[in-house]
């Protein structure tokens, strides 16, 4: 299952352009609104999980963040960051893993994910996820939580997705988390659809 899921993401990212997938934004304009507005610093220990070609880690390489983790499940999606950013890349620490194995050795104040964890639909996954994440922030870290809304499409990549309303998130994050907000946002696909987005920001209790 794992390696399957791994094959398909290697396979999206060595068959499509950056501007050729849906989730594509040349700005992630509300990742970066909501990371603004939160009490962070410029040393703040930031990690973007299933980051894939996203441009969030350029944009906060140009806000001064100088210490960011970009991790994927592809090697692909991480070597085409990396080549984006050049030398940049250098100041980024690069980890390609399953989120559903990885380990960290540091803690985090921020946990930023668009799109990925909505990919979990095994309750025992999605708890593990949750566990994860705590374990993972210093107290006081924040989770800024992407995911297809409740009247968002049913697949992603052609992978069936589990839908969030604020309603759900906060239940599923409850055991760790406060819903701190929520906001819905049309994400324009380069395919001239729109794919209605949640991002969520949560709290660790
Ligand atoms: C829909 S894309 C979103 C990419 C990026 N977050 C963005 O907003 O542009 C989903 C990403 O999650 C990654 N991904 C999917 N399942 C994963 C897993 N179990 N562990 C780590 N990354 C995963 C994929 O490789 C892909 O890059």
């Given amino acids: 299952m794992e390696n399957k899921m791994k094959l398909h993401w290697e396979n999206v990212y060595n068959e499509k352009n950056e501007n050729e997938v849906s989730w594509y934004q040349k700005v992630p304009n509300i990742s970066l609104d909501i990371i603004k507005s939160l009490d962070l610093n410029l040393n703040s220990k930031i990690i973007d999980i299933g980051a894939g070609e996203s441009r969030l880690v350029d944009n906060l390489l140009d806000l001064g963040f100088n210490n960011i983790d970009v991790l994927d499940i592809s090697k692909k999606s991480i070597e085409k960051a990396q080549k984006r950013l050049g030398l940049k890349s250098d100041k980024i620490n690069w980890i390609v893993s399953d989120i559903n194995d990885f380990k960290p050795d540091e803690k985090y104040d921020l946990w930023h994910d668009r799109a990925a964890f909505h990919f979990l639909k095994d309750p025992v996954q999605i708890n593990n996820y949750v566990v994860l994440a705590n374990s993972s922030l210093n107290n006081n870290g924040k989770i800024v939580l992407g995911t297809f809304s409740s009247n968002g499409p049913l697949k992603c990549s052609g992978l069936e997705v589990s839908r969030y309303n604020q309603k ?14 929520y906001q819905h946002s049309n994400h324009p696909t380069p395919f001239d659809t729109t ?9 660790k209790k």
């Fill in 168 to 181: 759900s998130v906060s239940n599923v994050f409850s055991k760790c988390f406060t819903l701190l907000n």
């Fill in 195 to 203: 794919q209605e987005f949640l991002f969520s920001v949560l709290s």
